[in-house]
């Protein structure tokens, strides 16, 4: 008698990766997974922290799956359960909880459950989590483009940001798995490889052997079968001359760059705590601009950051301006218990964070 499973995932490419290795594991444990409208035996919850809303909804679709099946065996995993364990545990009505680091046990933790056998917890404090745990996939369900998640965690600690808590700190996948995977990949017939992960620009940094993100994009570029590398989000300081000669000269690199900003507000920046100034930031465009002049930049902006003036504002719609993004994502920010940010005064009224994020966006 097979048992059905289904997938709801919040969040971000990473959380989509992790619940396509999961649905790999299941489906060679032999259950049967179905698409997320369905009425299954088992549901797992891939939640989201990132805001205050991502963790609401996160707690909102477990309870929707119990009401969808009573009987159902409800998981909750993920980012929003690292964070806050005892809100779900008491809030919702999942039966298994598991943070950020045991996804690869899912089949296990799930067999056992079945069999009565009790566990409710897996989450492990996340301070000494020296290895990356290896989740792999090698058919990816969208057939041209597959992502690969080269790292996890995140060691920046924005004032604003909840996720090194909730991922721990870097944690870089061996090259050696990566390349292979990616042979995989090719030989499986993509075309098209994204590089994903929390905070890719790190890659390599907690390593010995000096071997960073563009060594591996390098690598990447030899292999037989693909045709495009592209990359996931990255940090304005990733990009050097010594960067952008090497990316640049490769035959298979995307022409885009995210570029990650927040705010053009120096001020604003260093209240963020994000390590550049928007002098840097700008070098950073002109050197792509240099070796890849139709290069496309994106980029994130969070406006009514606490302590946020007009003025300040004012400079991020002049920066913004300047640079001549090809798209801006606008978020309002969205205040996390436990960041530091949450504790900074003044905090900006919602009227006024809706006001400049219309601004932004119709520039």
């Known amino acids: 008698n097979e048992h059905t499973v289904s997938f709801i995932t919040l969040g971000c490419k990473v959380n989509q990766f992790e619940t396509e290795a999961m649905t790999e594991i299941l489906e060679r444990d032999g259950f049967k997974v179905l698409p997320s409208n369905e009425v299954s035996d088992i549901y797992i919850i891939n939640t989201c922290a990132v805001t205050k809303e991502s963790e609401r909804k996160s707690r909102q679709f477990i309870n929707k799956a119990k009401r969808i099946n009573p009987k ?3 998981v909750a995993v993920g980012c929003s359960v690292q964070l806050n364990s005892e809100k779900i545990n008491k809030e919702t009505q999942a039966d298994i909880i598991i943070g950020t680091k045991h996804k690869g046990n899912i089949g296990k933790l799930i ?5 009565n056998i009790n566990i409710d917890y897996e989450i492990d404090e996340l301070h000494g989590r020296e290895n990356f745990e290896e989740l792999q996939i090698s058919t990816v369900h969208d057939k041209t483009r597959a992502n690969i ?6 060691s920046q600690f924005c004032s604003y940001c909840i996720i090194p808590y909730v991922r721990g700190p870097i944690r870089s996948r061996n090259h050696d798995d990566i390349i292979k995977e990616a042979e995989r990949i090719a030989e499986n017939g993509y075309k098209e490889i994204v590089l994903n992960g929390i905070h890719i620009s790190s890659y390599g940094k907690e390593l010995k052997e000096k071997y960073y993100l563009i060594d591996l994009i390098e690598d990447i570029n030899k292999i037989k079968g693909i045709e495009r590398i592209r990359l996931g989000s990255i940090e304005p300081n990733l990009i050097n001359e010594d960067f952008m000669k090497r990316y640049s000269a490769l035959n298979k690199t995307c022409d ?8 053009g507000s120096d001020s604003v920046l260093k209240r963020m705590n994000r390590r550049y100034t928007t002098e840097e930031y700008k070098k950073n465009v002109k050197l792509i601009r240099k070796f890849m002049p139709e290069a496309g930049i994106t980029t994130d902006i969070i406006v009514g950051f606490p302590g946020e003036t007009d003025e300040e504002f004012n400079k991020t719609v002049e920066f913004v301006k ?6 801006i994502h606008v978020f309002k920010y969205s205040k996390r218990e436990g960041t530091k940010a949450s504790e900074m005064k003044p905090q900006v009224i919602e009227q006024v964070k809706s006001h400049r994020s219309k601004v932004l966006i119709e520039q």
């Open 72 to 74: 159902a065996i409800v």
């Open 111 to 115: 067999k056992d459950k079945l069999n």
């Open 149 to 154: 998640k080269i790292q996890d965690g995140c």
């Open 256 to 263: 885009h760059f995210h570029l990650s900003l927040q705010s």
């Open 322 to 327: 300047e640079i001549k993004f090809s798209r």
